[in-house]
Protein backbone atom coordinates (compact mmCIF):
# COMPACT_ATOMS: atom_id res chain seq x y z
CA UNK A 1 0.00 0.00 0.00
CA UNK A 2 2.79 2.26 0.81
CA UNK A 3 6.10 1.78 -0.82
CA UNK A 4 9.15 4.78 0.38
CA UNK A 5 12.52 4.87 -2.07
CA UNK A 6 15.33 6.88 -0.60
CA UNK A 7 13.29 8.86 0.88
CA UNK A 8 15.71 12.60 2.28
CA UNK A 9 14.34 15.36 4.32
CA UNK A 10 15.79 18.71 4.83
CA UNK A 11 15.42 21.39 7.45
CA UNK A 12 17.25 24.50 5.20
CA UNK A 13 20.54 23.08 5.04
CA UNK A 14 20.47 20.27 7.84
CA UNK A 15 19.27 16.61 6.78
CA UNK A 16 16.67 15.32 9.15
CA UNK A 17 16.34 11.57 6.71
CA UNK A 18 19.22 9.79 5.23
CA UNK A 19 17.43 7.94 2.29
CA UNK A 20 14.71 5.98 4.26
CA UNK A 21 12.97 2.58 2.41
CA UNK A 22 9.90 1.46 3.71
CA UNK A 23 6.96 -0.41 2.61
CA UNK A 24 4.08 -0.96 4.30
CA UNK A 25 1.22 -3.60 3.26
CA UNK A 26 -2.68 -3.39 2.61
CA UNK A 27 -4.22 -4.25 6.59
CA UNK A 28 -0.43 -4.37 8.13
CA UNK A 29 0.26 -2.19 11.29
CA UNK A 30 3.88 -1.22 10.87
CA UNK A 31 5.41 0.60 14.00
CA UNK A 32 8.59 3.43 13.97
CA UNK A 33 10.96 3.25 16.83
CA UNK A 34 13.54 4.93 18.05
CA UNK A 35 15.25 7.50 20.45
CA UNK A 36 13.97 11.06 20.33
CA UNK A 37 15.62 12.56 17.24
CA UNK A 38 15.61 9.72 15.12
CA UNK A 39 13.42 11.35 12.26
CA UNK A 40 10.29 9.08 13.31
CA UNK A 41 7.90 12.19 13.07
CA UNK A 42 9.60 14.08 10.48
CA UNK A 43 8.60 10.70 8.65
CA UNK A 44 4.96 10.67 9.57
CA UNK A 45 4.82 14.87 8.11
CA UNK A 46 7.13 14.15 4.95
CA UNK A 47 4.37 11.35 4.23
CA UNK A 48 1.04 13.26 4.83
CA UNK A 49 2.99 16.40 3.07
CA UNK A 50 3.61 18.71 5.83
CA UNK A 51 7.22 18.52 5.31
CA UNK A 52 8.45 20.43 1.95
CA UNK A 53 11.97 20.47 1.83
CA UNK A 54 12.27 16.38 0.35
CA UNK A 55 13.62 14.27 -1.68
CA UNK A 56 12.96 10.61 -2.81
CA UNK A 57 9.88 8.48 -3.79
CA UNK A 58 6.30 8.16 -1.59
CA UNK A 59 3.77 6.17 -3.50
CA UNK A 60 -0.12 5.05 -2.51
CA UNK A 61 -1.49 2.25 -3.88
CA UNK A 62 0.58 2.53 -6.57
CA UNK A 63 0.03 6.29 -7.02
CA UNK A 64 3.09 8.99 -6.61
CA UNK A 65 2.13 11.71 -3.95
CA UNK A 66 5.80 13.15 -3.22
CA UNK A 67 4.60 16.55 -5.01
CA UNK A 68 1.04 16.17 -4.04
CA UNK A 69 -0.79 18.52 -1.34
CA UNK A 70 -1.69 17.61 1.94
CA UNK A 71 -5.90 17.49 1.24
CA UNK A 72 -4.89 15.87 -1.76
CA UNK A 73 -3.28 12.58 0.24
CA UNK A 74 -6.11 12.72 2.83
CA UNK A 75 -8.76 12.47 0.12
CA UNK A 76 -6.27 9.13 -1.39
CA UNK A 77 -7.12 7.74 1.85
CA UNK A 78 -4.16 9.01 3.94
CA UNK A 79 -5.22 9.69 7.44
CA UNK A 80 -2.78 11.31 10.12
CA UNK A 81 -3.60 11.79 14.09
CA UNK A 82 -0.39 14.15 15.11
CA UNK A 83 1.16 13.96 18.83
CA UNK A 84 -0.65 17.47 20.06
CA UNK A 85 -4.18 15.71 18.75
CA UNK A 86 -5.68 19.02 17.21
CA UNK A 87 -8.97 19.06 18.67
CA UNK A 88 -10.81 22.15 17.80
CA UNK A 89 -10.87 24.18 20.99
CA UNK A 90 -14.34 26.19 19.32
CA UNK A 91 -16.20 22.38 18.68
CA UNK A 92 -17.78 20.09 21.16
CA UNK A 93 -16.92 16.54 20.99
CA UNK A 94 -19.83 15.88 18.50
CA UNK A 95 -19.06 18.31 16.45
CA UNK A 96 -15.22 17.73 16.38
CA UNK A 97 -16.59 14.23 15.14
CA UNK A 98 -18.89 15.71 12.27
CA UNK A 99 -17.18 18.29 10.65
CA UNK A 100 -14.59 15.48 9.30
CA UNK A 101 -14.94 15.11 5.24
CA UNK A 102 -15.67 11.79 4.65
CA UNK A 103 -12.68 10.66 1.76
CA UNK A 104 -13.82 6.58 1.76
CA UNK A 105 -17.79 6.06 2.50
CA UNK A 106 -17.25 2.13 1.97
CA UNK A 107 -14.64 2.26 5.13
CA UNK A 108 -15.78 5.35 7.09
CA UNK A 109 -16.80 4.63 10.83
CA UNK A 110 -20.39 6.17 11.30
CA UNK A 111 -21.30 8.06 14.47
CA UNK A 112 -23.13 5.41 16.43
CA UNK A 113 -20.11 2.90 15.49
CA UNK A 114 -17.38 5.69 16.96
CA UNK A 115 -19.33 5.85 20.24
CA UNK A 116 -19.95 1.93 20.64
CA UNK A 117 -15.65 1.66 20.36
CA UNK A 118 -15.38 5.06 22.59
CA UNK A 119 -18.13 5.46 25.50
CA UNK A 120 -16.86 8.23 26.69
CA UNK A 121 -16.88 10.11 24.02
CA UNK A 122 -20.54 9.52 23.96
CA UNK A 123 -21.11 10.59 27.41
CA UNK A 124 -19.01 13.69 26.65
CA UNK A 125 -20.67 14.37 23.47
CA UNK A 126 -21.58 18.01 24.54
CA UNK A 127 -18.34 18.96 26.46
CA UNK A 128 -15.98 21.20 24.54
CA UNK A 129 -13.39 19.00 22.87
CA UNK A 130 -10.21 20.46 25.00
CA UNK A 131 -11.84 20.01 28.26
CA UNK A 132 -11.76 16.31 28.16
CA UNK A 133 -8.56 14.52 29.70
CA UNK A 134 -5.58 13.09 27.86
CA UNK A 135 -6.28 9.91 27.24
CA UNK A 136 -10.25 11.46 26.23
CA UNK A 137 -8.31 13.88 23.26
CA UNK A 138 -6.72 10.85 22.34
CA UNK A 139 -9.59 8.87 21.62
CA UNK A 140 -11.47 12.16 19.89
CA UNK A 141 -8.20 12.72 17.64
CA UNK A 142 -8.58 8.52 16.39
CA UNK A 143 -12.59 8.61 16.21
CA UNK A 144 -11.92 11.61 14.25
CA UNK A 145 -9.69 10.12 11.57
CA UNK A 146 -11.87 6.95 11.58
CA UNK A 147 -14.75 9.00 10.97
CA UNK A 148 -13.05 9.98 7.31
CA UNK A 149 -12.63 6.38 6.31
CA UNK A 150 -8.88 6.91 5.70
CA UNK A 151 -7.20 3.92 4.40
CA UNK A 152 -4.01 4.53 5.75
CA UNK A 153 -3.49 5.98 9.26
CA UNK A 154 -0.19 7.48 10.22
CA UNK A 155 -0.53 8.14 14.16
CA UNK A 156 2.36 9.76 15.95
CA UNK A 157 2.64 8.05 19.68
CA UNK A 158 -0.85 7.30 20.58
CA UNK A 159 -0.07 5.78 24.04
CA UNK A 160 2.40 8.38 24.75
CA UNK A 161 1.59 10.06 28.77
CA UNK A 162 -1.51 7.90 28.72
CA UNK A 163 -2.69 5.97 32.03
CA UNK A 164 -2.21 2.00 31.53
CA UNK A 165 -5.89 1.60 31.42
CA UNK A 166 -6.52 3.97 28.66
CA UNK A 167 -3.47 2.35 26.83
CA UNK A 168 -5.10 -0.64 26.62
CA UNK A 169 -8.26 0.72 25.25
CA UNK A 170 -6.52 2.51 22.28
CA UNK A 171 -4.64 -1.10 21.39
CA UNK A 172 -8.13 -2.21 21.33
CA UNK A 173 -9.44 -0.21 18.79
CA UNK A 174 -6.01 -0.42 16.72
CA UNK A 175 -7.08 -4.23 16.61
CA UNK A 176 -10.31 -3.69 15.58
CA UNK A 177 -9.48 -1.53 13.21
CA UNK A 178 -6.92 -4.27 11.74
CA UNK A 179 -9.14 -6.56 12.07
CA UNK A 180 -11.40 -4.12 9.34
CA UNK A 181 -8.73 -4.83 7.21
CA UNK A 182 -7.40 -0.64 7.76
CA UNK A 183 -3.34 -0.05 7.32
CA UNK A 184 -1.71 1.77 10.12
CA UNK A 185 1.81 3.18 10.79
CA UNK A 186 2.71 4.72 13.71
CA UNK A 187 5.46 6.01 15.79
CA UNK A 188 5.72 4.74 19.67
CA UNK A 189 8.20 4.26 22.19
CA UNK A 190 6.18 2.48 24.18
CA UNK A 191 7.80 -1.09 22.57
CA UNK A 192 6.02 -3.38 24.54
CA UNK A 193 2.52 -1.29 23.21
CA UNK A 194 4.16 -1.76 19.83
CA UNK A 195 4.35 -5.61 20.10
CA UNK A 196 1.10 -6.11 21.31
CA UNK A 197 -0.49 -4.32 18.03
CA UNK A 198 2.32 -4.53 15.33
CA UNK A 199 2.94 -6.90 12.63
CA UNK A 200 6.25 -5.09 11.75
CA UNK A 201 9.03 -2.85 13.48
CA UNK A 202 11.11 -0.07 11.39
CA UNK A 203 14.07 1.13 14.06
CA UNK A 204 15.46 4.28 13.20
CA UNK A 205 18.76 5.72 14.15
CA UNK A 206 19.65 9.18 13.16
CA UNK A 207 17.32 9.34 9.82
CA UNK A 208 18.22 6.17 8.70
CA UNK A 209 16.56 2.60 9.17
CA UNK A 210 19.24 0.32 11.56
CA UNK A 211 17.03 -2.68 10.65
CA UNK A 212 12.97 -3.86 10.28
CA UNK A 213 11.89 -6.79 12.36
CA UNK A 214 9.02 -8.82 12.34
CA UNK A 215 7.16 -8.76 15.43
CA UNK A 216 8.41 -12.80 16.48
CA UNK A 217 12.42 -11.12 16.63
CA UNK A 218 11.11 -8.22 18.02
CA UNK A 219 9.50 -9.17 21.30
CA UNK A 220 12.31 -11.78 21.41
CA UNK A 221 14.97 -8.22 21.49
CA UNK A 222 12.75 -6.25 23.39
CA UNK A 223 15.11 -5.76 26.27
CA UNK A 224 17.73 -4.79 23.88
CA UNK A 225 15.67 -2.12 22.33
CA UNK A 226 14.26 -0.69 25.67
CA UNK A 227 18.20 -0.27 26.63
CA UNK A 228 18.80 1.37 23.32
CA UNK A 229 15.70 3.19 23.65
CA UNK A 230 16.73 4.42 26.76
CA UNK A 231 13.56 2.87 28.79
Known amino acids: MLEIRNLQAFYGEAQALHGID ?25 IIGLHRGVKGSITLNGTEITGVATHKRARLGLGWVQDD ?21 DSAWSLQEVYDAFPVLADRRRAPGTTLSGGEQQMLALARVLRTGARLLLLDEPSEG ?24 LVEQN ?9 RHYVLAEGSVATNLDNTEFKERQDELLTYLGM
Open 22 to 46: LSVGEGEVVTLVGRNGAGKTTLLRT
Open 85 to 105: RGIYASLNVEENLTLPMVTHP
Open 162 to 185: LAPVIVQQIRDILLRVKEAGTTVL
Open 191 to 199: VKFASTVAD
